[in-house]
């Protein structure tokens, strides 16, 4: 699979190791299609599946039942045509003129979320004489995409003119990882009124946090996303299943005097004798800069030789420090593997100490690790 091909650094040449467990994002997607059932249960993908990888991960998901798909961009709604001949894919981002012929020919649907968006659609579909399907995307407080619920409401009376196969309604959640925000309440009301008056015309309002919220959000079809790939969606809830580990290797070990400073800015000082793993990775590879740490600030950890051991001082593009002193003299040698991501720390724990959301650690993983999905 190109997903594969496209990451192939060996592992002995690689700073590190991404793991990508398509076993445990199969998983997700069966308990929350479980969750949510009957409502129809699609995968959100977009973004190289939230950096799992947009082939693999989709097959996996194919696989375990998914149906239906939802990308941002129609670069990768062809990407993942190529794999998934009888999948239902929706484009987000909306209907960029002169595109059109590309959404036939690779049978994709795009998310139309303006009145010229649909003044085009429609206009392509008399031209070629048929009415290709569409979601048509409401707005009920992101501000973001998608018609105003005024356009939806004149859209609504005129219905019969449309003129392409109105496949789905949509509308999305600005807060869902807030349960019982005002604005989650008041959009769930907004689109239920939007809704009834297109009878037929199958619903969706959920992203993973929506999932999560009860059958009041679930509609027809639910949109999961980050909650596959091992993500939390909501605050109050634990996330599911871990589907990425991220191991990355030790270039060597040193020893620091007291009284030494530690990485670029001499922004961290050894306040006694400690040793030091340097590990091959950076913030070229997608770890968040604010994760290191400073004689005034604690940073991310990392698992290795069994135990937590804190980074310690700047993260530099290509390298950081773990402070390994409290672990045995000879427990942590050069080409030893210490674990950033995993069972034990999640995304969402490097992403606080990143000052950042789990969205952005997964979608930023680096290009340079060696790469085993399966
Ligand atoms: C990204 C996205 C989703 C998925 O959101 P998660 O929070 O990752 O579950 C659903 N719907 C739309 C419109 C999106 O843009």
């Known amino acids: 699979m190109s997903g594969i091909d496209r990451a192939a650094i060996p592992q002995a040449e690689a700073g590190g190791i991404l793991t990508v467990d398509l076993g445990a994002l199969a998983a997700n997607w069966r ?3 479980g969750r949510v ?6 995968a959100v993908v977009k973004g190289d599946a939230y950096g799992t990888g947009l082939e693999t991960s989709a097959q996996a998901l194919w696989d375990a039942g998914a149906r239906t798909l939802f990308v941002a961009l129609l670069s990768e709604g062809k990407r993942l045509r190529a794999v998934l001949p009888a999948a239902t894919i929706y484009v987000l981002n909306g209907l960029f003129a002169g595109t059109e012929e590309t959404y036939r020919d690779s049978r994709l649907r795009p998310v139309l979320g303006s009145l010229p968006e649909i003044a085009l659609w429609t206009a392509f579909c008399a031209r070629i004489g048929n009415r290709l399907p569409a979601a048509l995307h409401v707005d009920t407080g992101m501000n973001r995409l998608g018609l105003a619920p005024s356009e939806a409401v004149g859209l609504a009376e005129t219905r019969e003119e449309i003129g392409f196969e109105l496949a789905l309604l949509m509308s999305h959640l600005a807060c869902a990882d807030e349960p019982g925000h005002p604005l989650t309440v008041r959009q769930l009301e907004d689109f239920r009124a939007i809704a009834a008056l297109f ?7 959920a992203n993973s946090a929506g999932c999560l919220s009860g059958p009041d959000f679930h509609f027809d079809l639910v949109r999961p996303g980050i909650a596959l ?11 599911l299943r871990p589907v990425v ?6 270039s060597q070990v040193r020893d620091v005097h007291a009284g030494e400073t530690i990485g670029y800015g001499a922004a961290a000082t050894a306040s006694e004798p ?12 997608g770890i968040p800069r604010l994760a290191g740490s400073s004689d005034t600030r604690g940073g991310a950890e990392a698992i290795i030789a069994g135990r937590r051991c804190p980074l310690i001082g700047r993260i530099s593009m290509d390298l950081m420090a773990l402070d390994i002193t409290a672990l045995p003299e000879d427990a942590v040698k050069a080409g030893d593997l210490a674990t950033l991501l995993g069972r034990q720390i999640g995304v ?3 992403a606080r100490h990143g000052e950042t959301i789990g969205y952005e650690i997964l979608t930023s993983l680096g ?8």
């Not at 059932?37 to 699609?42: G, V």
């Not at 790939?229 to 996330?239: F, K, L, N, Q, T």
Request: include cysteine; charged fraction near 25%.
């Open 229 to 239: 790939y091992g993500g939390r969606s909501r605050a109050d809830m634990a996330p």
């Open 199 to 205: 009878p037929g015309v199958p619903a969706s309002l």
């Open 348 to 350: 969402d724990e490097l």
């Open 245 to 250: 580990t991220l191991e990355l290797r030790v």
């Open 31 to 33: 308990d929350l299609a």
């Open 274 to 285: 400690m040793r030091i793993a340097i590990l091959a990775a950076g913030y070229a590879d």
């Open 37 to 42: 059932a009957p409502a129809e249960c699609a």
């Open 367 to 374: 290009r340079r690790y060696h790469r085993r999905i399966g």
